[in-house]
Protein backbone atom coordinates (compact mmCIF):
# COMPACT_ATOMS: atom_id res chain seq x y z
CA UNK A 1 0.00 0.00 0.00
CA UNK A 2 2.70 2.16 0.99
CA UNK A 3 4.82 1.29 -1.75
CA UNK A 4 2.60 2.82 -4.42
CA UNK A 5 2.29 6.39 -2.67
CA UNK A 6 4.30 8.94 -4.25
CA UNK A 7 4.91 10.46 -1.25
CA UNK A 8 6.31 7.00 0.26
CA UNK A 9 9.33 6.02 -1.48
CA UNK A 10 10.84 3.07 0.23
CA UNK A 11 15.00 3.74 -1.00
CA UNK A 12 16.91 0.95 0.05
CA UNK A 13 19.77 1.84 2.74
CA UNK A 14 22.28 0.87 0.30
CA UNK A 15 21.21 3.50 -2.16
CA UNK A 16 21.77 6.41 0.09
CA UNK A 17 25.03 7.64 0.28
CA UNK A 18 26.96 7.74 3.44
CA UNK A 19 28.12 10.40 5.06
CA UNK A 20 31.97 10.07 6.58
CA UNK A 21 32.91 13.04 8.89
CA UNK A 22 36.89 12.88 8.60
CA UNK A 23 38.72 14.87 12.09
CA UNK A 24 42.22 16.35 10.76
CA UNK A 25 44.50 18.91 12.24
CA UNK A 26 44.48 21.92 10.06
CA UNK A 27 42.27 23.53 7.54
CA UNK A 28 45.26 23.51 4.94
CA UNK A 29 45.02 19.41 5.07
CA UNK A 30 41.09 19.46 5.45
CA UNK A 31 41.12 21.14 2.32
CA UNK A 32 43.13 19.12 0.79
CA UNK A 33 41.90 15.60 1.81
CA UNK A 34 38.68 16.50 1.33
CA UNK A 35 39.35 16.82 -2.59
CA UNK A 36 41.11 13.29 -2.03
CA UNK A 37 37.73 11.76 -0.44
CA UNK A 38 35.02 13.18 -2.45
CA UNK A 39 31.49 14.23 -1.62
CA UNK A 40 31.08 10.86 0.93
CA UNK A 41 33.21 12.71 3.35
CA UNK A 42 33.04 15.98 5.62
CA UNK A 43 36.78 17.03 6.64
CA UNK A 44 36.72 19.48 9.44
CA UNK A 45 39.79 20.09 11.15
CA UNK A 46 39.96 20.25 15.12
CA UNK A 47 42.58 23.50 15.16
CA UNK A 48 45.32 21.18 17.12
CA UNK A 49 44.30 20.69 20.91
CA UNK A 50 41.07 21.32 22.02
CA UNK A 51 41.67 20.70 25.72
CA UNK A 52 44.11 21.11 28.40
CA UNK A 53 44.82 20.91 32.59
CA UNK A 54 43.78 24.48 33.85
CA UNK A 55 46.69 26.37 35.38
CA UNK A 56 45.66 25.42 38.78
CA UNK A 57 46.53 24.01 41.87
CA UNK A 58 44.70 20.44 41.65
CA UNK A 59 44.66 19.65 37.68
CA UNK A 60 46.62 16.74 38.51
CA UNK A 61 45.84 14.99 41.74
CA UNK A 62 48.79 12.17 42.49
CA UNK A 63 47.00 10.96 45.15
CA UNK A 64 44.05 9.93 43.31
CA UNK A 65 45.81 7.40 40.37
CA UNK A 66 46.92 10.87 38.66
CA UNK A 67 43.52 12.01 37.75
CA UNK A 68 43.64 14.70 35.45
CA UNK A 69 40.65 17.44 35.36
CA UNK A 70 40.44 18.93 31.17
CA UNK A 71 39.19 21.92 30.58
CA UNK A 72 38.18 22.89 27.05
CA UNK A 73 40.07 25.93 25.17
CA UNK A 74 37.61 28.16 24.74
CA UNK A 75 39.02 29.06 21.16
CA UNK A 76 37.81 25.24 20.81
CA UNK A 77 34.41 25.22 21.99
CA UNK A 78 32.39 26.83 19.17
CA UNK A 79 34.45 24.40 16.68
CA UNK A 80 33.91 21.75 19.07
CA UNK A 81 29.87 22.17 18.72
CA UNK A 82 30.41 22.61 14.91
CA UNK A 83 32.05 19.19 14.56
CA UNK A 84 29.40 17.48 16.94
CA UNK A 85 26.55 18.82 14.50
CA UNK A 86 28.39 17.43 11.86
CA UNK A 87 28.74 14.03 13.13
CA UNK A 88 25.50 13.77 14.49
CA UNK A 89 24.49 13.39 11.01
CA UNK A 90 26.76 11.28 9.52
CA UNK A 91 27.73 7.46 9.69
CA UNK A 92 31.24 7.32 10.60
CA UNK A 93 33.40 9.64 12.37
CA UNK A 94 36.95 8.84 11.28
CA UNK A 95 40.30 10.48 13.28
CA UNK A 96 42.98 11.31 11.06
CA UNK A 97 45.15 13.64 13.31
CA UNK A 98 48.71 12.90 13.24
CA UNK A 99 50.10 9.98 13.61
CA UNK A 100 52.51 10.85 16.92
CA UNK A 101 51.62 10.70 20.63
CA UNK A 102 50.09 14.37 20.28
CA UNK A 103 48.21 13.35 16.89
CA UNK A 104 46.77 10.66 18.78
CA UNK A 105 45.95 12.69 22.11
CA UNK A 106 44.13 15.14 19.58
CA UNK A 107 41.58 12.47 18.49
CA UNK A 108 41.69 10.96 21.82
CA UNK A 109 40.68 14.12 23.33
CA UNK A 110 37.76 15.29 20.39
CA UNK A 111 36.31 11.59 21.00
CA UNK A 112 35.82 11.84 24.49
CA UNK A 113 34.48 15.33 24.27
CA UNK A 114 31.64 13.83 21.19
CA UNK A 115 30.78 11.40 23.42
CA UNK A 116 30.10 13.78 26.27
CA UNK A 117 28.16 15.68 24.21
CA UNK A 118 26.05 12.60 23.09
CA UNK A 119 27.39 12.62 19.13
CA UNK A 120 28.37 9.49 18.59
CA UNK A 121 25.27 7.40 19.10
CA UNK A 122 24.93 4.52 17.55
CA UNK A 123 28.63 5.50 14.98
CA UNK A 124 31.07 3.49 13.56
CA UNK A 125 34.33 5.24 15.39
CA UNK A 126 37.87 4.82 13.32
CA UNK A 127 41.19 6.07 13.42
CA UNK A 128 43.31 6.10 10.04
CA UNK A 129 47.25 7.69 10.09
CA UNK A 130 49.18 8.60 7.42
CA UNK A 131 52.40 10.11 6.95
CA UNK A 132 52.00 12.36 3.52
CA UNK A 133 49.22 14.07 2.62
CA UNK A 134 49.04 12.69 -0.99
CA UNK A 135 46.07 10.79 -3.04
CA UNK A 136 47.98 7.54 -2.08
CA UNK A 137 49.07 7.68 1.20
CA UNK A 138 45.49 8.88 2.50
CA UNK A 139 43.34 6.52 0.62
CA UNK A 140 46.34 3.64 2.04
CA UNK A 141 45.07 4.90 5.63
CA UNK A 142 40.71 4.74 4.52
CA UNK A 143 41.20 1.51 3.47
CA UNK A 144 43.34 0.17 6.69
CA UNK A 145 41.47 1.87 10.44
CA UNK A 146 42.92 0.99 13.55
CA UNK A 147 41.46 2.01 16.82
CA UNK A 148 43.20 4.80 18.92
CA UNK A 149 46.48 3.54 20.42
CA UNK A 150 45.81 3.33 24.03
CA UNK A 151 49.63 3.28 24.79
CA UNK A 152 49.90 6.70 22.36
CA UNK A 153 47.40 8.30 24.70
CA UNK A 154 48.94 6.79 27.82
CA UNK A 155 52.25 8.21 26.88
CA UNK A 156 50.87 11.58 25.96
CA UNK A 157 49.15 11.74 29.55
CA UNK A 158 52.48 11.08 31.55
CA UNK A 159 53.96 13.41 30.05
CA UNK A 160 51.39 16.20 30.09
CA UNK A 161 50.74 15.13 34.41
CA UNK A 162 55.12 15.22 34.64
CA UNK A 163 55.05 18.92 32.89
CA UNK A 164 51.79 19.67 34.85
CA UNK A 165 53.32 18.71 38.39
CA UNK A 166 56.74 19.57 37.43
CA UNK A 167 56.09 23.17 36.77
CA UNK A 168 53.71 23.61 39.15
CA UNK A 169 56.22 22.48 41.75
CA UNK A 170 59.19 24.28 40.80
CA UNK A 171 58.13 27.60 38.66
CA UNK A 172 57.72 29.36 41.78
CA UNK A 173 61.02 28.78 43.30
CA UNK A 174 62.67 29.56 39.85
CA UNK A 175 60.57 32.77 40.08
CA UNK A 176 62.00 33.56 43.63
CA UNK A 177 65.43 32.20 42.46
CA UNK A 178 65.65 34.12 38.75
CA UNK A 179 63.47 36.83 38.63
CA UNK A 180 62.32 37.68 35.35
CA UNK A 181 61.78 33.64 34.46
CA UNK A 182 58.20 32.30 33.32
CA UNK A 183 58.01 28.50 34.60
CA UNK A 184 59.96 25.63 34.73
CA UNK A 185 58.54 22.66 33.21
CA UNK A 186 60.08 18.74 33.04
CA UNK A 187 62.70 19.95 30.19
CA UNK A 188 63.81 23.14 31.80
CA UNK A 189 64.13 21.17 35.09
Known amino acids: ?3 SDPRFLLIPRTLIPMMNVVIVESPAK ?10 DYEVVASYGHVRDLPPKDGSVDPNQDFHMIWQVDPKAQKRLSEIAASVKDADKLI ?12 SWHVLEILKGKGAL ?16 AVTEAMANPREIDEALVD ?9 YLVGFTLSPVLWRK ?3 SRSAGRVQS
Do not use: C, M, S, W
Not at 121 to 136: G, H, L, P, S, W
Open 30 to 39: AKTINKYLGP
Open 95 to 106: LATDPDREGEAI
Open 1 to 3: QRG
Open 155 to 163: AYLARRALD
Open 121 to 136: KDKKIERVVFNAITKQ
Open 178 to 180: LPG
